[in-house]
């Protein structure tokens, strides 16, 4: 992974605890959320239902999809409960500075899970 691996993304400050947001990355669309000041992000679809999981609320450190109830662990992307059968990805994420802002950047490449590395 490399430096322009990362894209910028949003303001650190424009995140509130635990409320999930929407961000576009190239043409990926991921979900990001905060928890306790630890940034997650992962894919914006719901593997299940195909519809936004940044519209779902956070439970734990699981993203709930609003629409048949499907979570999503916001660490590995796996589903913890039905109907969703298949994760969806996760991405890596870093926090920089600049100009006294700190700002996150996502790298669009999604993890591989498995290896622990970007695929």
Not at 11 to 35: E, F, H, M, W
Not at 77 to 82: C, D, I, R, V
Not at 84 to 102: K, L, N, S
């Amino acid at each position: 992974m490399t430096m322009s691996d990362f894209t910028r993304a949003l303001a650190v400050d424009s995140l509130a605890d635990r409320k999930p947001n929407r961000v576009v990355v190239g043409d990926t669309a991921i979900a990001v959320v905060s928890i306790d000041g630890e940034i997650f992000a992962i894919g914006d679809r719901c593997s299940h239902a195909d519809v936004s999981l940044s519209e779902g609320d956070v439970d734990g450190c699981a993203l709930e999809c609003w629409l048949h109830g499907s979570a999503f662990d916001l660490r590995t992307g796996a589903p913890l409960t039905l109907p969703a059968i298949e994760p969806v990805p996760v991405f890596t994420t870093r926090v920089v500075d600049h100009d006294g802002t700190a700002f996150l950047e996502i790298n669009p490449t999604p993890l591989d899970i498995a290896k622990g590395t970007s695929s």
